[in-house]
């Protein structure tokens, strides 16, 4: 079972990567809003592609910084300080490579750019080149340096990235925001990001030397510990992370770029959708990541039970927190898109927003389960459901977006979470024996029930279509008594008798030391 300190540490570092996320969240928020308001359509969706081009870089990850926390998080349980470092030196060996090959990826990009965006042309193009050579290097560069955070989250000690990364993020905004009320170009905002980037991967250094000479024994970098036998054990564990970067790649980095081939006008449009987007997958992965480093841990101890009983329970709660998040940006989706961007924007992207956030309800709601998965090392013997997910999603956006545009990517995005979820539930849940639950009650406890409680809002939802506007009233109470009969539901049917009264203990004990006399 899990110890009172190990759920301490899952709350700690949930909340260290909720302010990380919320700091990425405030720059999504406000960044674009000033963006698209600033900037021409053609401008903003040109730097939506230079990010999107850029970002390619980080899949030369391969999963390694993932294994990096899982390996630091075991060998610190077990004590083995040695093996540990030779992990580390390894990775970081490893990474140094793919940033090589990073940076000539990006040289080959850049002549290729002309033919794969035809509608780019003239001082545009150029800025396009120019921008996707600044952001990726110094993500190149960051590569290497990501062997710094998954020390960190191995350690269990993710408020430190969380500060540096989040703080990075808000000093590339701010300066972007600079740079544009000047008049800069998009090479201009380039070397800003660049230069910030580089910035918090030197920070990040001089914390993890701080952070590994007070830990026993310390962590030791070094030549002489890279070792062939770590390498392979890397590989061993990073080939189906790496095929799961590849479904993930497939499914959410090709989509803009798609977009930019078939319907370029769309691009500008399609990146303020798939933004809010990211802003809601972000929040859950930042919520539920904690999870890697505690699995790990619990693995080590051989404990299966209790990590099909993190899963259940991850993954109820996470349900509900999708639904309540991601049904009203369906609901109200123009609107929001019409407060937070110009009505140019909210227009063409509010269909776009909608299909998205209902695909990716879809395919996150399996996130705790994947997490678990990774922690125990399980990924390996499942890498199918990704490839299936992926290539679906590639397939069915690039043959939709033909004739199309946008929202046929969009649509593509929508089968592939369809497919991705029955393979998890169909195929890797069989295969998965580190995990120890029941498909069945996973399936009808933890997604299900939670689902079915929020029918009322759905049903309420529809019915405001077909009232007028000027009758507020009775679309105000309509809304209430629906939330109302939701929160009911999900008291009743989605939480589990010891939830409940974990919950209710855990208010009154609360009530109970704020009325108590001082």
Same mark, same amino acid.
């Given at each position: 079972?899990?110890?009172?300190?190990?759920?301490?540490?899952?709350?700690?570092?949930?909340?260290?990567?909720?302010?990380?996320?919320? /700091?990425?969240?405030?720059?999504?928020?406000?960044?674009?809003?000033?963006?698209?308001?600033?900037?021409?359509?053609?401008?903003?969706?040109?730097?939506?592609?230079?990010?999107?081009?850029?970002?390619?870089?980080?899949?030369?990850?391969?999963?390694?910084?993932?294994?990096?926390?899982?390996?630091?998080?075991?060998?610190?349980?077990?004590?083995?300080?040695?093996?540990?470092?030779?992990?580390?030196?390894?990775?970081?060996?490893?990474?140094?490579?793919?940033?090589?090959?990073?940076?000539?990826?990006?040289?080959?990009?850049?002549?290729?750019?002309?033919?794969?965006?035809?509608?780019?042309?003239?001082?545009?193009?150029?800025?396009?080149?120019?921008?996707?050579?600044?952001?990726?290097?110094?993500?190149?560069?960051?590569?290497? /340096?990501?062997?710094?955070?998954?020390?960190?989250?191995?350690?269990?000690?993710?408020?430190?990235?969380?500060?540096?990364?989040?703080?990075?993020?808000?000093?590339?905004?701010?300066?972007?925001?600079?740079?544009?009320?000047?008049?800069?170009?998009?090479?201009?905002?380039?070397?800003?990001?660049?230069?910030?980037?580089?910035?918090?991967?030197?920070?990040?250094?001089?914390?993890?030397?701080?952070?590994?000479?007070?830990?026993?024994?310390?962590?030791?970098?070094?030549?002489?510990?890279?070792?062939?036998?770590?390498?392979?054990?890397?590989?061993?564990?990073?080939?189906?992370?790496?095929?799961?970067?590849?479904?993930?790649?497939?499914?959410?980095?090709?989509?803009?770029?798609?977009?930019?081939?078939?319907?370029?006008?769309?691009?500008?449009?399609?990146?303020?959708?798939?933004?809010?987007?990211?802003?809601?997958?972000?929040?859950?992965?930042?919520?539920?990541?904690?999870?890697?480093?505690?699995?790990?841990?619990?693995?080590?101890?051989?404990?299966?039970?209790?990590?099909?009983?993190?899963?259940?329970?991850?993954?109820?709660?996470?349900?509900?927190?999708?639904?309540?998040? #991601?049904?009203?940006?369906?609901?109200?989706?123009?609107?929001?898109?019409?407060?937070?961007?110009?009505?140019?924007?909210?227009?063409?992207?509010?269909?776009?927003?909608?299909?998205?956030?209902?695909?990716?309800?879809?395919?996150?709601?399996?996130?705790?389960?994947?997490? /678990?998965?990774?922690?125990?090392?399980?990924?390996?013997?499942?890498?199918?459901?990704?490839?299936?997910?992926?290539?679906?999603?590639?397939?069915?956006?690039?043959?939709?977006?033909?004739?199309?545009?946008?929202? #046929?990517?969009? /649509?593509?995005?929508?089968?592939?979470?369809?497919?991705?979820?029955?393979?998890?539930?169909?195929?890797?849940?069989?295969?998965?024996?580190?995990?120890?639950?029941?498909?069945?009650?996973?399936?009808?406890?933890?997604?299900?029930?939670?689902?079915?409680?929020?029918?009322?809002?759905?049903?309420?939802?529809?019915?405001?279509?077909?009232?007028?506007?000027?009758?507020?009233?009775?679309?105000?109470?309509?809304?209430?008594?629906?939330?109302?009969?939701?929160?009911?539901?999900?008291?009743?049917?989605?939480?589990?008798?010891?939830?409940?009264?974990?919950?209710?203990?855990?208010?009154?004990?609360?009530?109970?030391?704020?009325?108590?006399?001082?």
């Amino acid at each position: 079972m899990t110890s009172r300190r190990e759920k301490f540490l899952i709350v700690k570092n949930a909340i260290a990567n909720l302010v990380r996320g919320g /700091a990425s969240a405030l720059v999504a928020v406000l960044l674009p809003s000033f963006l698209t308001r600033s900037m021409s359509t053609e401008a903003f969706g040109a730097w939506s592609l230079v990010l999107q081009l850029s970002a390619y870089v980080s899949y030369l990850d391969f999963g390694i910084q993932t294994a990096i926390a899982r390996f630091v998080a075991h060998s610190s349980e077990r004590g083995e300080g040695e093996y540990r470092d030779r992990i580390v030196s390894t990775a970081m060996a490893c990474l140094a490579s793919s940033a090589c090959i990073g940076l000539l990826g990006l040289v080959l990009l850049s002549f290729f750019i002309p033919r794969l965006f035809p509608h780019l042309h003239g001082e545009l193009l150029l800025s396009v080149r120019a921008s996707v050579i600044l952001v990726g290097g110094s993500l190149c560069i960051g590569l290497p /340096a990501s062997v710094f955070t998954g020390t960190f989250v191995g350690l269990q000690r993710n408020e430190v990235p969380a500060a540096i990364i989040g703080i990075s993020r808000l000093l590339s905004a701010v300066l972007l925001v600079v740079v544009v009320r000047h008049r800069g170009t998009i090479p201009h905002m380039a070397l800003v990001m660049a230069l910030v980037n580089v910035g918090s991967y030197a920070v990040q250094y001089v914390a993890y030397r701080r952070l590994s000479e007070s830990i026993a024994p310390p962590i030791r970098l070094s030549l002489s510990k890279i070792s062939k036998a770590a390498a392979t054990e890397l590989f061993d564990y990073c080939f189906s992370l790496t095929v799961w970067g590849l479904g993930i790649l497939l499914v959410t980095g090709l989509d803009l770029t798609i977009v930019g081939i078939y319907s370029f006008g769309e691009v500008a449009y399609y990146s303020i959708a798939a933004t809010v987007v990211t802003l809601l997958a972000g929040s859950f992965g930042a919520i539920f990541g904690a999870m890697g480093s505690t699995t790990a841990v619990i693995h080590a101890r051989g404990d299966r039970a209790g990590l099909g009983k993190m899963v259940l329970g991850a993954t109820r709660m996470g349900t509900v927190m999708l639904l309540a998040t #991601g049904l009203p940006l369906i609901v109200f989706a123009h609107p929001l898109l019409r407060v937070w961007v110009d009505a140019q924007y909210a227009a063409n992207g509010a269909i776009l927003l909608q299909v998205l956030v209902a695909a990716n309800i879809i395919r996150m709601t399996v996130t705790p389960y994947v997490l /678990a998965m990774i922690g125990s090392g399980e990924q390996r013997r499942v890498i199918l459901t990704p490839l299936l997910e992926g290539v679906s999603n590639l397939l069915f956006s690039v043959l939709l977006a033909r004739s199309f545009g946008a929202i #046929g990517v969009a /649509a593509g995005t929508m089968v592939g979470s369809l497919v991705g979820l029955g393979g998890n539930l169909f195929y890797n849940m069989r295969r998965t024996t580190e995990i120890q639950m029941s498909i069945s009650e996973y399936f009808f406890s933890s997604l299900l029930r939670p689902s079915l409680c929020f029918l009322p809002i759905g049903l309420a939802a529809a019915v405001w279509r077909f009232l007028p506007m000027d009758l507020i009233a009775v679309r105000f109470i309509c809304g209430v008594l629906a939330t109302a009969i939701s929160l009911g539901m999900l008291w009743r049917f989605a939480l589990q008798p010891e939830e409940r009264t974990k919950l209710v203990a855990t208010i009154r004990g609360r009530l109970g030391r704020e009325i108590a006399p001082s």
